[in-house]
C-alpha cells in the first residue's frame, strides 16, 4: 500500500481554496489606494498604486476602477459645496497644489456632477461651470477618465496616480466661509449675483477700458490717471447703487468674492487686495494656505474692486520690472527682496490714492444730495452699510488676525513708492495723499 506523506497537497484542495480568494472590488481598491498615497510608507502606496492598475481581474476590471475614480471625485466634489467651496475656488487650488492637467480632470468631474446636483442650481454656478469650460465631452460617463488622459497626455499608471493625488487633495479640502447660498438649498435661486465683471453696464465698459489703457501705455504718469479717472467712475455708480438700495425695501446681504494671491509676492498681492477694497467701502481676508483673499461688501462694490484688482496687478508688475533695470549698480540687496518691498509700497501708495478718488467722489455726491434731499441723505446710507459689511466680517471670519507689514529694502520700498506717486490723482478735488511712511527692516 502506497502511503501519501503527511502535509501533502491535494490539487484540487488547492485550486478551490485559491477560487476562495476574495478579490477585491474597484471601491475598494481605490479606497486602499487613498489610504495609501495619504500614509507615509512609499512602496505600500506604490504597491496599491499597482494593484490599481491590475483592477479587480475581471473582464471588465479596469473599467470598472475608472467607474469607481469618478463616482468618489463626483461625490467629494458634491461635499464640497455645502462647506462654501465653488466651482472656481476649487479649480483654483487644484490648479495651485497639483497641475493644469489635474485641473482638467476635476472640471470633468463637475460636469458629471452637475447633472445629479439637486435643484435649485443658481445661475452664477452655472456661469463658473461655463468659464471653466466644465461640459459634458463624451458619450459614456465610464470613458471619462480615458478622454481625459488622452487629452491631457498622460499613460494609464501616470493617470491613475494623479486621479488617486486628486482625491485625496479634494476630499481633504477644509470648510471655508459660505458666500453665497450653494445648489440644492433654501435661498439658492434667489441668490443676487456678486462680483461679476462681464455685466453688460456701460458704466463697466467704460472703467474696462480705462483699465485697459492703463495696462498698455508706458507712461506711469497716464497710467496712473487713467486708473483715477475709473476709480472716480466706479466710486460715483457705488454711491448711485447704494442709493437705489436704500429706496428699496430689499434685505439682501452683503456679499462675497475671494481672488487669487498665488506665489511670488502672495503677501504683497493680498495687500493690494485690502488696498483696493478698503477704497471701495469692502472688507478683506487673506488666506494664505488657500492661495486667496476673501473680499465682502456690496455687488457694485465688489464688482469694482474684482476689476481694479486684476489691472493694478497688471500695472504693478510692470513698474516692478522696469524698476528694477533703474536700480543702482551693485546693489546689494537681493532681488526677491527689493520686488517685495516694491510692491508693499505700490499696494499702500495706490490704495490712498483710490481711497483719495472715493472720498472726493463722496464729497461731490454727498453736497449734491443736500441741495435736493437734506443733509443727512448719502452719509447715513453709505454709514449703514458699511456697518453691514463689517457685521458680515464677524459672522464669517470670527477669529480674523491682523499681519504686521515688514520693509526690507528702502530702496524697493522707494522706488514703489514713486512707481505708483508720478502723477496726481486729484481726480475730484481731493485733498493731495500724504506721504506713506516707511522704516526699512534690518533683517
Known sequence: MIMEPEGAADPEKAAKHEKEVP?????????????????????????????????????????????????????????????????????????????????????????????????PVPAWWDEQLRELAAEVRWDDDLAVLTYW????????????????????????????????????????????????TRSGSPMLDRVRALLAKAESTTFPAEAEALTGKAQELIARHSI???????????????????LSTDPPYAGAKALLVQEVAAANR????????LG????LGWPADLVAVELLYTSLLVQATGAMLRGRAERRPGSGRRTKVWDESFLNAFALRIGERLGAATEAATDA?????????????????LAARGEAVRERLDTLFPGVTRHRLSVRDAEGWSSGTSAADRASLDVGGGRKPRQVPGRPDPR
Do not use: K, Y
Not at 469692502?282 to 494656505?289: G, L
Open 282 to 289: 469692502c472688507e478683506a481676508v487673506w488666506s494664505d494656505d
Open 365 to 381: 455726491a454727498d453736497r449734491a444730495a443736500a441741495e435736493t434731499a437734506g443733509s443727512e441723505r448719502l452719509l447715513p446710507v
Open 23 to 119: 478579490v477585491p472590488d474597484a471601491d475598494e481598491l481605490v479606497a486602499n489606494a487613498l489610504a495609501a498615497v495619504r500614509g507615509t510608507d512609499v512602496r505600500q502606496a506604490e504597491r496599491q498604486l499597482d494593484q490599481l492598475m491590475v483592477g479587480t481581474g475581471a473582464a471588465d476590471g479596469t473599467t470598472a476602477v475608472d467607474a469607481a475614480l469618478l463616482r468618489r471625485l463626483v461625490r467629494g466634489l458634491s461635499r464640497l459645496w455645502p462647506r462654501g467651496w465653488q466651482p472656481v475656488d476649487v479649480d483654483r487650488i487644484i490648479s495651485r497644489r497639483l497641475d493644469a492637467r489635474s485641473a482638467r480632470l476635476v472640471r470633468d468631474a463637475m460636469a458629471v456632477q452637475r447633472r445629479e446636483q439637486a435643484e
Open 149 to 196: 488622459s488622452a487629452h491631457v497626455g498622460l499613460d494609464r499608471p501616470d493617470a491613475l496616480r494623479a486621479a488617486v493625488d486628486i482625491l485625496a487633495l479634494v476630499e481633504g479640502l477644509p470648510p471655508i466661509a459660505v458666500l453665497r447660498p450653494p445648489p440644492g438649498t433654501t435661498g439658492a435661486a434667489t441668490a443676487r449675483t456678486a462680483g461679476r
Open 240 to 258: 448711485d447703487e447704494a442709493l437705489l438700495a436704500a429706496g428699496s425695501e430689499r434685505g439682501d446681504l452683503p456679499g462675497g468674492v475671494r
Open 292 to 295: 486667496f483673499a476673501t473680499v
